[in-house]
């Protein structure tokens, strides 16, 4: 096949771009790998995932052009060698899909990719048209996880998804909320129908789901992926300044994102967290909370009372 030069260029620039930031997280790479990534079984099958994953809302919604891109090849690629396998997205996510596409294209060594993408839509045909749009965007053959969007249209996207599972054409079956809302109505959905996963906000900042949802999804033996585990951000605000408690030495912690993403993770009902970032040292840090110790409960609570001390 003949390779146009402009094409031979990107391909160039991105290689300099992806090889210097390997360089910079090489040896931090080597500590890591030392130790086995902490992963969860799927309760549906029994499959296993690494407990920290990637989002893509604002991060990815870039031009899906070289310059905008090249950053985030070396961002994509910290992810895959530090362990993750978990990339979540969504049609409403702006160009984040192409721009994964465009991503996993200059990744090598992505073979343990979990994709997992949302219906977002109205209407069962526009939907079926969505989900193969974003299929094409990301160039897989199909996809591990399709979630309902913040539960628009549940009941009607449901059942295209039911078939498209009996089909072989998906494998696992979600749905989503975020911002701590609509929490009755995913409850209602949870105790009603069968899904095989689930999406929802849980932070240091709002923990109310450990009242009603995350024993449900327990109970109803649902895998539970976190969103916004940063609450926007807003965690990094509060310690701006604070250095990290002693204490979380014993959880192998070496900064604020793996204090908060650990005590996530460590909950019994919680498969994996999906932190969004576009910036490779953010990465890293996001990485780490896939190594060593995790908090059992009575060093989760000393781990709220730390955070609400602030």
């Given at each position: 096949m003949k390779i146009h030069r402009s094409d031979r260029t990107r391909r160039r620039f991105l290689g300099l771009i992806a090889a210097a930031?390997?360089?910079?997280?090489?040896?931090?790479?080597?500590?890591?790998?030392?130790?086995?990534?902490?992963?969860?079984?799927?309760p549906a099958s029994g499959e296993r995932v690494p407990v920290i994953g990637v989002g893509s809302w604002i991060t990815f919604n870039v031009?899906?052009?070289?310059?905008?891109?090249?950053?985030?090849?070396?961002?994509?690629?910290a992810f895959f060698e530090r362990g993750?396998?978990?990339?979540?997205?969504?049609?409403?996510?702006?160009?984040?899909?192409?721009?994964?596409?465009?991503?996993?294209?200059?990744?090598?060594?992505?073979?343990?990719?979990?994709?997992?993408?949302?219906?977002?839509?109205?209407?069962?045909a526009i939907g079926r048209w969505q989900l193969e749009q974003s299929r094409r965007l990301w160039g897989v053959e199909r996809f591990d996880l399709v979630h309902i969007h913040n539960m628009l249209q549940w009941e009607t996207h449901l059942?295209?998804?039911?078939?498209?599972?009996?089909?072989?054409k998906v494998r696992y079956i979600g749905i989503t909320t975020s911002h701590g809302a609509r929490h009755e109505q995913m409850m209602h959905a949870l105790s009603k129908e069968t899904f095989d996963f689930v999406q929802f906000t849980y932070n240091f900042a709002d923990r109310s789901v450990e009242q009603r949802l995350l024993p449900l999804a327990a109970e109803r033996r649902?895998?539970?992926?976190?969103?916004?585990?940063?609450?926007?951000g807003n965690l990094f605000s509060a310690v701006?300044?604070?250095?990290?408690?002693?204490?979380?030495?014993?959880?192998?912690?070496?900064?604020?994102?793996?204090?908060f993403l650990k005590f996530i993770v460590s909950h019994p009902a919680v498969t994996c967290a999906i932190?969004?970032?576009?910036?490779?040292?953010?990465?890293?840090e996001n990485m780490g909370a896939l190594y060593g110790r995790l908090p059992e409960a009575e060093m989760r609570r000393r781990m709220v009372r730390e955070i609400q001390a602030l």
């Amino acid at each position: 096949m003949k390779i146009h030069r402009s094409d031979r260029t990107r391909r160039r620039f991105l290689g300099l771009i992806a090889a210097a930031a390997a360089a910079h997280i090489a040896p931090r790479i080597a500590t890591a790998e030392a130790r086995p990534p902490i992963k969860r079984s799927i309760p549906a099958s029994g499959e296993r995932v690494p407990v920290i994953g990637v989002g893509s809302w604002i991060t990815f919604n870039v031009p899906p052009e070289p310059a905008a891109e090249a950053p985030l090849v070396a961002v994509m690629r910290a992810f895959f060698e530090r362990g993750g396998a978990m990339i979540d997205s969504s049609p409403m996510y702006g160009n984040s899909e192409a721009v994964i596409g465009g991503l996993l294209k200059q990744t090598p060594n992505h073979d343990r990719l979990f994709s997992a993408t949302k219906i977002w839509t109205v209407g069962k045909a526009i939907g079926r048209w969505q989900l193969e749009q974003s299929r094409r965007l990301w160039g897989v053959e199909r996809f591990d996880l399709v979630h309902i969007h913040n539960m628009l249209q549940w009941e009607t996207h449901l059942e295209t998804l039911k078939e498209l599972k009996a089909a072989g054409k998906v494998r696992y079956i979600g749905i989503t909320t975020s911002h701590g809302a609509r929490h009755e109505q995913m409850m209602h959905a949870l105790s009603k129908e069968t899904f095989d996963f689930v999406q929802f906000t849980y932070n240091f900042a709002d923990r109310s789901v450990e009242q009603r949802l995350l024993p449900l999804a327990a109970e109803r033996r649902i895998a539970v992926v976190i969103n916004r585990p940063f609450d926007g951000g807003n965690l990094f605000s509060a310690v701006a300044g604070k250095p990290l408690p002693e204490f979380a030495r014993e959880l192998d912690c070496e900064n604020w994102a793996q204090f908060f993403l650990k005590f996530i993770v460590s909950h019994p009902a919680v498969t994996c967290a999906i932190p969004a970032t576009s910036k490779v040292e953010h990465m890293v840090e996001n990485m780490g909370a896939l190594y060593g110790r995790l908090p059992e409960a009575e060093m989760r609570r000393r781990m709220v009372r730390e955070i609400q001390a602030l």
